[in-house]
C-alpha cells in the first residue's frame, strides 16, 4: 500500500477561491478593487452601478487607458500585474492595486466579463471568466476604456455568500467605499448608481486649490461642515497635507465623518486618527468627534501598503514623525480659527424662533419686527412693552407690568451709555447691551446680535491664562493668611500628596495635615478669591481619575481646567457694562476662546438680515 504525501499543491481553481477570501470578502471589496485599477488606469470619468447588495451585478465603467487584447486573459491569472517589474518597486509603490489577485479572485467567485480597448484600435476586445474558467477574446464595440461587470458573485461558495451581512448593510458599504475613493480622487467624475437610481454624481474640481474641491466636499459632509470648516495646507521633510477639518464647535457624536487617506489612498490608521484626535486636545467635549477631510502624502519609500491583504492597513517607517506632522499642521490650521464660532448654533436658535412664531390670523397684519433702538434713542429695556388695547383697565394694565417686575428677564448693572455701544458695535462681538438671567451678555455688533454665556467664555479665558503661565514660569500663586484645612479620606490625602509637586506647578500649594485632612497653603492668584474647599474636592476627584495612559502635559491641563472652572464668572452673578465689554474684548484676543473647556460654543451669533428675515423685513 502507496502512502499518500501530506503535502501537496493546490489546484489552481481552490487556490483562487482562496484567495478571494482574502481580497474579496463581500461585494464593496470587488468595487472597491476594479474602481482602484479604474484610478490607475488614468481615467477621468468612472461611473458603479450596483444592483441589490452587490452580489447579482457590478458594473464598473472608465475612460482610461484599456487593456490590450493579447493582456486581457493574462490579466485573469493570478499574481499578473502590469504595476510591478522588481522587488524594489514593492518598498516604492506609486498605485493603488498591484497585487494581481484582485481580478483572478472575483472571477474564480461570479460571472466575470471584461470589455476593454485602448486608444488606436479600431474595435475593443471582450473576455469572459465564469467561475475561473477563462474564455476566448472576442471582438466587440466600446469607447475608449474598461467595463467590467461582475455576475451573481458567490455563486459556486455558498458559505460566504451566507456570512454576508443585511441587503442594507452590504449597499451601506458599498456606497461608503465609492464614497471615499470619490473624495480621494477629486480630479476624477464619479457617477454612482443603485438599482438603476443615480444615486449621486460628482463633477471633476475644476482646479486643483482647496476652494475648488469644497463643492464635492458639500455634498458628501453637507452644507454645515462646508460652511464651517478650516483650510490645511502643510508641507515638511517631504510630506504635505491638504483638506478641511471642522471648526472646534461643529462636531459631531461619532469618527464617520472622518476621511484620511494616505497617496490617495483611503485608510484606517491609528496615526493619522490619533493625530487628528490629539490635535483637537482641550477643545472637544469627550465623546465628540471633529470631521475632517485629509489627504496626506508621504514619499512612497516611507509607507508600507502591503500590510493588509485588501490594503486598508498602512505601516509607516517613521510613524512619530508622521503623527506630529499632522498634529502641527492641524493645530497649525486652527489657530487662525481660535475665536470663531460655528454657524450651527445661531441656525439652531434661528429655527427654534421661527418654529415659535404665531402665524398671522385671517384679516390680521401680519408680525413686522421692532425697530433696532436708533441713535440718541433710550435702550430698549427701560420699560416693558405695554399693548395698545383699548379694552385692558387700567388696573389690569398695572398689574401685567408688576407681574413682568416680579419675575424680571433682564438684569442692567448701570445706565448704558449710547456712546459706548458706537464704540465696541464694530467688533465682532459687538457691544455688550444687557444681561439676560444674570448669565447671558447681549451685545450689539454692526452685523448682527450676539449671546455669550459669561461662564462658559470666563472659564476658557481663565484656563487659556492659566496655560500661558505653564509655559513662561509656571502659575501664580498667592499667599493665604491662614492655611485652610481640608478634611479628606485618607485614601484622598495619598492621592492628592502623590501628585504634590505637580499641584505646585499648577499654584496650589497642599502638605498632609494629619491622616485625614490636607492643608492648603497658596493657591493660584489668577482664581482670586476662591472656596478651596470645593476646589480640593473637585481636584481630587480628577486626582483619582487620571489614566496612566495620557501625558503628564494632559494630566495638567486637565487640571488647570477644572480650575478654571472654579475660578471662572459665575452664572447668577450680575455684571457691570463695563465688566462685559471687557469680557467680550478678552475673548477676540484669546486663543480658544470660541469653545469653553468641555467644548461648547461660548457665543452664538445671529445675523442682522437673518433676524429680518424672521420678522419679514427681508426675503427668503
Known amino acids: 500500500m502507496t502512502s499518500m504525501s501530506k503535502i501537496h499543491i493546490l489546484p489552481d481553481d481552490l487556490a483562487n477561491r482562496i484567495a478571494a477570501g482574502e481580497v474579496v470578502e463581500r461585494p464593496a471589496a470587488v468595487v472597491k478593487e476594479l474602481v482602484e485599477n479604474a484610478v490607475d488606469a488614468g481615467a477621468s470619468q468612472i461611473q458603479v452601478s450596483v444592483e441589490e447588495d452587490g452580489t447579482k451585478r457590478i458594473e464598473i465603467s472608465d475612460n482610461g487607458s484599456g487593456i490590450e487584447k493579447r493582456d486581457l486573459s493574462l490579466a485573469l491569472h493570478r499574481h499578473a500585474t502590469s504595476k510591478i517589474s522588481s522587488t524594489d518597486d514593492l518598498f516604492n509603490i506609486h498605485t493603488l492595486g498591484f497585487r494581481g489577485e484582485a481580478l483572478p479572485s472575483i472571477g474564480s467567485v461570479s460571472k466575470l466579463t471584461i470589455t476593454s480597448r485602448i486608444e488606436g484600435e479600431d474595435s475593443a476586445w471582450q473576455v469572459v471568466c465564469h467561475g475561473g474558467d477563462i474564455a476566448d477574446a472576442v471582438p466587440t464595440a466600446r469607447e475608449q476604456g474598461t467595463t467590467v461587470l461582475v455576475e451573481n458573485l458567490f455563486f459556486n461558495t455558498p458559505a460566504r455568500k451566507k456570512f454576508l451581512k443585511t441587503a442594507r448593510t452590504e449597499k451601506e458599504q458599498v456606497k461608503e467605499t465609492v464614497t471615499k475613493l470619490a473624495l480621494a480622487h477629486p480630479e476624477i467624475e464619479f457617477v454612482f448608481m443603485q438599482d438603476g437610481r443615480e ?44 483638506g478641511f477639518v471642522s471648526l472646534p464647535t461643529y462636531h459631531i457624536g461619532n469618527n464617520r465623518k472622518q476621511f484620511l487617506f494616505i497617496n490617495g489612498r483611503p485608510v484606517s490608521d491609528r496615526v493619522l486618527v490619533g493625530a487628528l484626535k490629539g490635535a483637537y486636545h482641550d477643545m472637544l ?38 503623527y506630529g506632522f499632522v498634529h502641527t499642521a492641524i493645530r497649525r490650521a486652527l489657530a487662525p480659527y481660535s475665536t470663531t464660532v460655528s454657524t450651527t448654533p445661531a441656525e439652531e436658535a434661528l429655527a427654534k424662533f421661527q418654529n415659535a412664531m404665531p402665524m398671522p390670523q385671517h384679516g390680521q397684519p401680519s408680525m413686522q419686527s421692532p425697530s433696532f433702538v436708533r441713535e440718541g434713542a433710550s435702550a430698549p429695556y ?97 499667599a493665604l493668611l491662614v492655611p485652610d484645612i481640608v478634611t479628606l479620606s485618607e485614601a484622598d490625602v495619598e492621592a492628592l500628596l502623590a501628585h504634590e509637586k505637580g499641584l505646585e506647578k499648577l499654584g496650589l500649594e497642599v502638605e498632609a495635615f494629619g491622616v485625614n485632612a490636607v492643608s492648603v497653603r497658596a493657591t493660584p492668584a489668577i482664581l482670586g478669591s476662591v472656596n478651596v474647599k470645593d476646589l480640593i474636592e473637585n481636584l481630587v476627584e480628577d486626582v483619582r481619575n487620571l489614566k496612566s495612559t495620557t501625558s503628564l502635559q494632559e494630566d495638567m491641563e486637565h487640571l488647570l481646567s477644572t480650575m478654571a472652572c472654579h475660578g471662572s464668572i459665575r452664572a447668577g452673578r450680575v455684571l457691570a457694562h463695563s465688566e462685559m465689554n471687557q469680557l467680550l474684548r478678552d475673548m ?16 452664538i451669533k445671529l445675523q442682522l438680515k437673518d433676524i429680518e428675515k424672521l420678522f419679514g423685513r427681508r426675503g427668503y
Open 199 to 242: 444615486t449621486f454624481r460628482l463633477n471633476q474640481a475644476q482646479g486643483a486649490l482647496l476652494e475648488d474641491m469644497l463643492p464635492r466636499v458639500a455634498g458628501f459632509l453637507g452644507r454645515e461642515f462646508s460652511e464651517n470648516t478650516v483650510p490645511v495646507d502643510f508641507e515638511r521633510d517631504g510630506m504635505s497635507i491638504k
Open 285 to 322: 467635549h469627550h465623546g465628540r468627534h471633529a470631521v475632517a477631510l485629509l489627504f496626506v502624502n508621504v514619499p512612497p519609500g516611507d509607507l508600507d501598503v502591503n500590510v493588509h491583504p485588501t490594503k486598508a492597513e498602512v505601516r509607516f517607517s517613521n510613524s512619530s514623525a508622521v
Open 588 to 603: 477676540e484676543n484669546t486663543p480658544g476662546s470660541a469653545q469653553c473647556n468641555h467644548g461648547r460654543p461660548t457665543s
Open 382 to 478: 427701560s420699560a416693558p412693552y405695554v399693548p395698545r388695547d383699548q379694552s385692558v383697565q387700567p388696573a389690569r394694565q398695572a398689574a401685567f407690568i408688576h407681574n413682568l417686575n416680579a419675575t424680571p428677564q433682564m438684569s442692567v448693572a448701570e445706565p448704558l451709555q449710547q456712546a459706548s455701544t458706537e464704540d465696541f458695535s464694530s467688533y465682532p462681538l459687538g457691544a455688550a447691551v444687557a444681561q439676560v438671567h444674570k448669565t447671558y451678555i447681549v451685545a450689539q455688533a454692526d452685523d448682527g446680535l450676539v449671546v455669550v454665556d459669561q461662564h462658559a467664555a470666563h472659564e476658557r479665558l481663565v484656563y487659556e491664562k492659566f496655560k500661558t503661565q505653564m509655559a513662561e514660569q509656571g502659575v501664580e500663586r498667592q
